[in-house]
């Protein structure tokens, strides 16, 4: 699974892949349409994915293994809707990640890291990498 280069844009929904940098903000190109455009440091923030990570009860784990475990589990565990109950994503969210820490990790980050999964693996992005295999 091969996140590098993967960002998350503040105010804009998916996410996308660094095209390259420049002293005043980042080209990013959509992921569906490769279409590049220009987003500026003064308006976004941009969160690469290798830095993502879930708090949970000693440490952190970073998302590439929530990932991972989220599709071992697909078959018999699909992900929650992110538009759906609440209750039902703490649920999926505790399936997955049963050590998370419930006083740092919110409902949000739960229906984000649910959105970013779905997004990435109907584009096929989080299958396993040859380095990894």
Same mark, same amino acid.
């Given at each position: 699974?091969?996140?590098?280069?993967?960002?998350?844009? *503040? %105010?804009?929904?998916? !996410?996308?892949?660094?095209? *390259? *940098?420049?002293?005043?903000?980042?080209?990013?190109?959509? #992921?569906?349409?490769?279409?590049?455009? =220009?987003? *500026?440091?003064?308006?976004?923030?941009?969160?690469? /994915? +290798?830095?993502?990570? @879930?708090?949970?009860?000693?440490?952190? @784990?970073?998302?590439?293994?929530?990932?991972?475990? /989220? !599709?071992?589990? #697909?078959?018999?565990?699909?992900?929650?809707?992110?538009? %759906?109950?609440?209750?039902?994503?703490? +649920?999926?969210?505790?399936?997955?990640?049963?050590?998370?820490?419930?006083?740092?990790?919110? @409902?949000?980050? /739960?229906?984000?890291?649910?959105?970013?999964?779905? =997004?990435?693996?109907?584009?096929?992005? !989080?299958?396993?990498?040859?380095?990894?295999?």
């Amino acid at each position: 699974m091969n996140l590098k280069d993967l960002l998350a844009v *503040s %105010g804009m929904p998916g !996410l996308y892949r660094l095209g *390259s *940098s420049r002293p005043n903000g980042l080209v990013i190109e959509n #992921l569906d349409n490769g279409k590049t455009q =220009f987003c *500026s440091m003064r308006k976004h923030q941009f969160t690469p /994915m +290798e830095t993502v990570a @879930i708090y949970t009860m000693t440490d952190t @784990i970073e998302i590439k293994d929530v990932f991972q475990r /989220m !599709l071992d589990q #697909l078959a018999d565990n699909p992900p929650a809707d992110p538009k %759906g109950d609440k209750g039902l994503i703490k +649920e999926y969210f505790e399936d997955v990640i049963p050590e998370y820490d419930k006083d740092k990790v919110y @409902i949000g980050d /739960m229906v984000k890291v649910i959105k970013w999964f779905n =997004f990435l693996n109907e584009r096929n992005y !989080l299958t396993k990498s040859d380095e990894e295999e």
